[in-house]
């Protein structure tokens, strides 16, 4: 079952990889990755996010995590904004608590509203056990700007995964084929919105 769950992700890896290729040479300067991971870090680098990332690493893709992509002396916002506006794909982590995070909150905000397409996973954590709180150092405009991107994660289908007693392997080859079957939408939608942009320029002449 694992071996075809590997197989499968590198069929549809080998996919987006051509795509990439084919499209490489219209295409604007290069994101600085395919997949960004929001996550928590006290609660998941050493776990999921870390290991999703090699996973993802490893099949050639780019995966950005804070952590393997920033040095000592980047600035948080400096590198971690334009990473989010400039890849294609999000990954909201959500944990026991990741809502303590201002950062976390932020990074979700960002993509909300760059319009990225966001996978959901909920790792030892309900949807509904996530709210935003008002700890007195959040502003009216931080608190509703988090709150919306909140709930629109929270209505958006997602992954779910218990660490105590999930299936590590199989949650892994599961998170990775949902993340490759979305860049390959994202890799067509964005080919076909290029040709269609080309026809019409075409016509106007």
Request: hydrophobic residues 40%; glycine residues 6%; charged residues 25%.
């Amino acid at each position: 079952m694992q071996q075809r769950c590997a197989s499968s992700a590198k069929n549809l890896c080998s996919k987006i990889l051509q795509s990439r290729a084919a499209i490489r040479a219209t295409a604007p300067a290069a994101p600085l990755c395919d997949i960004f991971i929001n996550h928590r870090g006290t609660d998941t680098k050493r776990t999921i996010a870390g290991l999703l990332h090699d996973h993802l690493f490893r099949l050639g893709l780019r995966p950005f995590l804070d952590s393997m992509n920033m040095k000592p002396g980047d600035k948080l916002f400096g590198k971690i904004d334009p990473a989010i506006r400039r890849c294609k794909l999000g990954i909201a982590i959500f944990s026991p608590n990741y809502c303590d995070s201002y950062f976390c909150l932020h990074e979700l905000a960002l993509m909300m509203e760059s319009k990225k397409r966001v996978i959901p996973i909920f790792c030892d954590v309900k949807p509904s056990q996530l709210q935003v709180v008002d700890y007195g150092t959040r502003t009216a405009e931080q608190l509703q700007r988090f709150g919306r991107a909140l709930e629109e994660a929270k209505y958006t289908v997602g992954l779910t995964f218990d660490t105590l007693e999930g299936d590590w392997s199989g949650f892994l080859n599961t998170a990775t084929d949902a993340v490759i079957k979305n860049l390959v939408e994202l890799e067509a939608q964005n080919s076909s919105q290029k040709t269609t942009y080309i026809l019409q320029g075409r016509q106007q002449k």
